[in-house]
C-alpha cells in the first residue's frame, strides 16, 4: 500500500502551474501548433482550427503575446491583414510539442475526430 504522508503531498513546483495555467486553456495549444508551420493570418488560423470563435481565438492570440509567446503583425494592405508569428520563445516549444504528440499516439487512442 502507498504511503500517504506528508512528502508523498508535494505541492506542484510554480514553473508547472504557469505553463498549464496558459498552455492547458482550450485552443491555446492548437493555435501554437499551427503557428509553428509558420506566420499565419487570422482568418487562416481560425479555419485551421474547426469550432474555435473569432472571440476566442482573439482572446487567445491576444494571451499568447502577453506571455511573449507570438508576435502580431499589421499588413497595411489594402486590405488591411493581421498576421501571427511565433517568438524565439515560442518556437522553443516545438520539442515539447512534439513529445506530447508522440505520447498522445501511444497512449491516447484516436476518438474518430475530424482531423
Same mark, same amino acid.
Given at each position: 500500500m502507498a504511503e500517504h504522508g506528508e512528502q508523498a503531498c508535494k505541492q506542484v513546483g510554480g514553473a508547472i502551474t504557469r505553463v498549464f495555467e496558459l $498552455? @492547458?486553456?482550450?485552443?491555446? @495549444?492548437?493555435?501554437?501548433?499551427?503557428?509553428?508551420?509558420?506566420?499565419?493570418?487570422?482568418?487562416d488560423l481560425r479555419r485551421a482550427i474547426p469550432g474555435i470563435?473569432? &472571440?476566442?481565438?482573439?482572446? &487567445?492570440?491576444?494571451? $499568447?503575446a502577453a506571455a511573449g509567446l507570438l508576435v502580431r503583425e499589421v499588413d497595411e494592405g489594402p486590405p488591411l491583414r493581421v498576421s501571427?508569428?511565433?517568438t524565439e520563445a515560442g518556437r522553443a516549444l516545438e520539442p515539447a510539442l512534439k513529445e506530447l504528440g508522440q505520447w498522445a499516439e501511444v497512449y491516447l487512442p484516436d476518438a474518430g475526430g475530424p482531423c
Open positions: $498552455l @492547458g486553456k482550450r485552443w491555446t @495549444g492548437l493555435i501554437v501548433a499551427v503557428l509553428m508551420q509558420q506566420p499565419v493570418y487570422f482568418a470563435s473569432e &472571440r476566442m481565438l482573439s482572446d &487567445r492570440l491576444t494571451e $499568447l501571427y508569428r511565433l
